[in-house]
């Protein structure tokens, strides 16, 4: 199914099982692509009423990735686009080693919780504003065309946070802050980060990161038992000439 763009009036989730749960709806208003401050609201099936605030605010920090120096005794761990799962995990087997100081791998080592954000790249099929979330203990770096968000755990739950950011990107809400240069496309985090959100209290958050927690559990196991289908029956059924 498309994805929804700003130019539209009401906006309801792709229904995928790995990210938006069937009672979350999501309604945006009308109004023009360069205006930044109009928000996404999220309405919940219990009523709560939910804080408005934007995506910075409710931010610890929010950094640009390192890619320092290819050395051969490069030692440091560094994540790239292509360790982004389409689950929205990581790839934590096969990054990049590069030599980095050590005061700015202290300084920018990723942390649990941390919602790594694709703001240079993306292709025609798949726009810019991939995501995914960090949650591995190590010294691992996100690389220089990737943006570190860290939730301010005090007012967001780090999970909930990551699902409501996919929810706005597969809607389209980030191609208003995309702009494109010599082929790559590129998020202009300023202007993301003063988009307004509605923000449900802690208790919900954690129930619905909890929910969608459990679909993406289900997603997963499902997609692995139709692999394991699919090479059984490849190993029953081995491919054969057949005659014209």
Wanted: aromatic residues 8%; positive net charge.
């Amino acid at each position: 199914m498309c994805a929804h763009y700003p130019d539209e009036e009401l906006h309801r989730p792709r229904v995928v099982l790995t990210t938006i749960p069937i009672s979350l709806i999501c309604r945006q208003e009308s109004s023009p692509i360069s205006n930044a401050d109009d928000s996404i609201h999220i309405q919940f099936p219990n009523g709560d009423r939910n804080m408005k605030t934007t995506i910075g605010d409710i931010l610890d920090s929010t950094f640009s990735g390192e890619w320092g120096s290819e050395e051969r005794d490069g030692s440091t761990q560094v994540l790239r686009t292509t360790n982004f799962n389409d689950d929205g995990s990581l790839d934590y087997a096969n990054p990049a080693f590069r030599a980095v100081p050590e005061k700015v791998v202290k300084k920018k080592q990723l942390q649990r919780g941390d919602i790594l954000l694709e703001k240079s790249g993306g292709t025609p099929k798949k726009p810019v504003g991939k995501l995914a979330f960090f949650d591995y203990e190590g010294t691992f770096l996100c690389s220089n065309f990737n943006q570190v968000m860290r939730p301010n755990r005090s007012v967001v739950v780090p999970k909930y946070l990551y699902y409501l950011l996919l929810n706005l990107y597969q809607n389209g809400v980030f191609y208003r802050y995309t702009r494109k240069t010599t082929g790559l496309q590129n998020i202009q985090i300023k202007a993301l980060l003063k988009h307004f959100i509605d923000l449900p209290n802690t208790a919900v958050q954690r129930e619905q990161a909890s929910i969608l927690g459990t679909i993406d559990d289900l997603s997963h196991s499902l997609a692995q038992m139709t692999t394991l289908c699919e090479q059984l029956v490849k190993s029953r059924f081995p491919r054969t000439a057949v005659a014209a």
